[in-house]
């Protein structure tokens, strides 16, 4: 999953990229973890047996201790059993949605090709004629109007068609990844505990463990939509919807009766101006690294200057409550937003540019979180720009620290 706020900042998917896509791999997952489900309650099932049975012949408080912690390493299977089984069950469900989506775009690629209008597609779904209206006209004659009245008709019909579908695979596939986090989060605090790669740095450790929130009360959604969505249009007309909590659109619609959608135009603009900035300070290192980290850092900082410190940190928390980032990723994102803030607050009289000098010393300084060079989080003067690699796109969750 990537890092997302708000809403005009994902790029629609494009007809190569998922004709492209193979989903044996993620019907493959899901018969995994059926089968590795079945097995944990197997080996459940048989460890019950030969617990009942030591009472026995091993009576004693060491007796007692030791099969009460046996009971709940049982409880831990057990849960972690039912999350590999819902897991397979949304990998199934999402892969054979989608097989059924990109099928109906294949069906009405192939009545392109069939047009007698000499139709074709762009990668963005758009369905033009090869030949142009005068073309048409001249070889039509005194029947024209009807007849490109009926070829802009099919053009619209089928372009409407494709461009939707590729919008249902695009929340499928979000909503998928979104589901299979939620899934995760089913897991019982010492599994998570117990599974996550922890460092040698005990502050490192602290921050891991602190800078984590709770999953969303609720599954995410595509916003906005209706009425507000064509208000912001009104202003940017290629506002797009994404995937958001309830919590992030509660933020959002704050933001929009207070500003208008005006000021969800300055949220995307400063977002980009974050984005302008990290890509030159640290050209080589954007991704999970010292860009990245500038990046979360000057954008909190820019949006504690327009919208406040409050509305800045429950909105850029809300985002979190996906469950969709690895630990260390939300470790790495909520403390540099954090960072942020405070520095915004620690000068509030420094301009744009000024402030930009004043994150960028806070990372040289080693202020922020990185990425190292296995996906786990360092500080910012002790990880070389340009080796940071990325965690896993999807790993086991920790419990919420109060973040």
Known sequence: MTDAYGGGYVDAYSLPQILGWNLDGAEEIGRKFRSKSEGIEDVITGAGKSIDRSYEYWNSP???????????????????????????????????????????????????????????????????????????????????????????????????????????????????????????????????????????????????????????????????????????????????????????????????????????????????????????????????????????????ALMTREFGSDWTADFATAHEGTGANPPHREAMDLYNNELGRRLALEHPDATPEEMQQIVLDAITGGEAIVMDGFGHIGWSDQVPVGASQPPSSIDVPLPSGGK
Request: proline content about 4%; glycine content about 6%.
């Open 62 to 300: 060491a007796a007692e201790t030791a099969r009460d912690r046996a009971a709940d390493n049982r409880s831990d299977g057990v849960r972690t059993a039912v999350v590999m089984e819902s897991v397979s069950a949304v990998a199934d469900r999402y892969a054979s949605n989608m097989r059924s989506e990109i099928a109906y775009i294949k069906d009405k690629l192939s009545e392109v090709e069939e047009s007698e209008y000499q139709l074709f597609v762009e990668p963005d779904g758009g369905v033009h004629s090869r030949r142009s209206n005068a073309d048409w006209i001249a070889e039509w004659g005194v029947l024209a109007a009807p007849k490109l009245a009926a070829k802009e008709a099919e053009e619209f019909f089928l372009q409407n068609e494709i461009r939707k579908a590729l919008t249902r695979i695009q929340e499928l596939d979000k909503e998928g990844a979104e589901q299979v986090a939620r899934c995760l989060e089913g897991l019982s605090d010492a599994v998570k505990v117990g599974v996550t790669a922890v460092s040698t740095d005990p502050s490192l450790n602290e921050v891991l463990f602190e800078y984590q929130t709770a999953p969303s009360g609720a599954g995410a959604s595509l916003w906005p939509s209706g009425e507000v969505l064509n208000a912001i249009r009104l202003v940017s007309p290629s506002y797009q919807p994404t995937l958001m909590t309830p919590e992030e659109v509660k933020m959002m619609m704050l933001l929009f009766h207070e500003h208008g959608p005006v000021g969800l135009v300055d949220l995307n603009r400063m977002k980009g101006a974050a984005e302008s900035a990290a890509q030159e300070q640290f050209p080589e290192s954007t991704a999970d690294g010292h860009g990245d980290a500038f990046r979360h850092t000057y954008w909190n």
